[in-house]
């Protein structure tokens, strides 16, 4: 190994919209990340994800960066199931639509903002190797540079090197069918629009400057490899529409299949894996983009915690925890909406019985809520029905006039938002790493796909923007146990006093310090 060698807290393998976003949430929350990718500038070859949904708006959002993305995006206020659009814009949150902007633009948009963030980068290297021991690992960089991290994170997409040399399995489904992407010239005008096959869809749209069209093509046989030639692109044209349309050339030529699979595990020990590295699967239903930039800000604040000894490492467990069953989920839907597209007659019955019951409001809300990530609930225990879901939103009232919940979350801290009066909770022991909030809120409280709930009287809401503790003036009960889970022990400027408040309530000095006033 070289004997150069650069210490980082967490260095990120990868560079594409996860390994971004999780770099923007580390700088943020005050930890010296650097990111290696492999590409020498964040120029993308291809189309790949077209958009973003609901709730990934609402992520960036919450750090104050949705506006760049939606000021050049197309706001689109319906959703597509199968063959018909789904009316979205009924759904409670101020990103009532689906934002549709190619990845390449979204990756620039995020590159920008981590780079004033100052973020640095190893560019157009990659890493080759690692090796983790009890403090740290050692990360070898393809330019013969050596670094040295608290913690790795795998965002190297779906051949990820990092998951595959960490042992980590990848078990799912194989391909039954793939599909070319290309930008072609042909001699003759194609059949411009969408053609369904038994085995899927394929579909041909003119591009802007009207000489070459785009072309998703269903592949008579699942394609090996991802470097598909013209001779691919001709074989598939000829299978789907019986001519090649006179096919002279290619701009660009790409493939995917219907493969998924996802990570046993998310994390070995020093090394974690978020986005694709961690999951794949169809692209029907435009998910994972949105997945991977999610799995980074649910990673990103924890990281950071245990990075500064603020948290223990078991926190890192429950990054596994909450995203492996949001990602399985995908999977899961992803391979229906796969299965839907294929022109079959008794696919065709089940597509209509579901387009049927889709006219309904409460299942078409609840099948947006789902692919849009407005439902994702996270298991806290039983409780009111906030707790482990979104905090909405809401336009607070305080003293220094009025003020939007996602704001607070600019900074990428923790919020304790006390609703009724003021003063009524002493966050003294946590002060260090939590912003308190005295507000007001008349309005009503609408969750996606549950409806109408009860106001509660203050609220815990976590840097990703999930609701921690949800509870009334009466009993702070679990607070102090919230509270130490999810942001660490108090701070206790006096032993005796701590363990005083301890023996009163039974419980140990570490969770202890919350008093009442
Ligand atoms: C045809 C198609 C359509 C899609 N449509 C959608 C959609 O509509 N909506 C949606 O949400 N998603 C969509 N996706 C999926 C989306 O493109 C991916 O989920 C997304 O790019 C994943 O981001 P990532 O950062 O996790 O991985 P990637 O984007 O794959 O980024 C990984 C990065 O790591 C770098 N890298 C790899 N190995 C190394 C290494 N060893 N060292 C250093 N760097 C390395 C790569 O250069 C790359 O920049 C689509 C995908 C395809 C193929």
Known sequence: MSQLLTEHDVVIAGGGPTGLMLAGELVLAGVNVAIVERRASQNLVGLRAGGLHIRTLEVLDHRGIADRFVSQGQVIRSAPFARMALNISDLPTRHN????????HIERILADWVGELAVPIYRGC???GFAQDDTGVHVQLSDGRLLRAKYLVGCDGGRSMIRKTAGIEFPGWDATTSWLIAEVETTEEPAWGIRRSEKGISAIAKLEDGKCARMVLNEPRVGQ????????????LIAVYGTDYGLCSANYISRFTDAARQAASYRDRRVLLAGDAAHVHPPMGGQGLNLGV???????WKLAQV?????????????HKERHPVGARALRNTMALTAVDRDEDRIGAWREMMTELLQT???????LAMMSGLDIHYDFGKGHPLLGRRMPDLDLVTAHGPLRVFTLLHDARPVFINLGEAGSFDMTPWADRLQLIDANYGGTWELPAIGRVTAPRAVLIRPDGYVAWVGDLITHEGLADALTTWFGPPVVRCERRAYAVAARIGSPPHSASLERH
Do not use: C, I
């Open 126 to 128: 990659e890493v080759t």
């Open 97 to 104: 639509y689906f934002l549709a902007l190619w990845q390449m």
């Open 361 to 367: 409001d409460g299942p078409r809300k609840q099948y």
């Open 225 to 236: 490899g991802a470097e598909p030639t013209l001779h691919d692109v001709r074989e598939a």
């Open 307 to 319: 990075v500064h000894g603020t948290s223990p490492e078991s926190l890192l467990d429950t990054y």
């Open 294 to 300: 999610q799995d980074a800000v649910n990673l990103g």
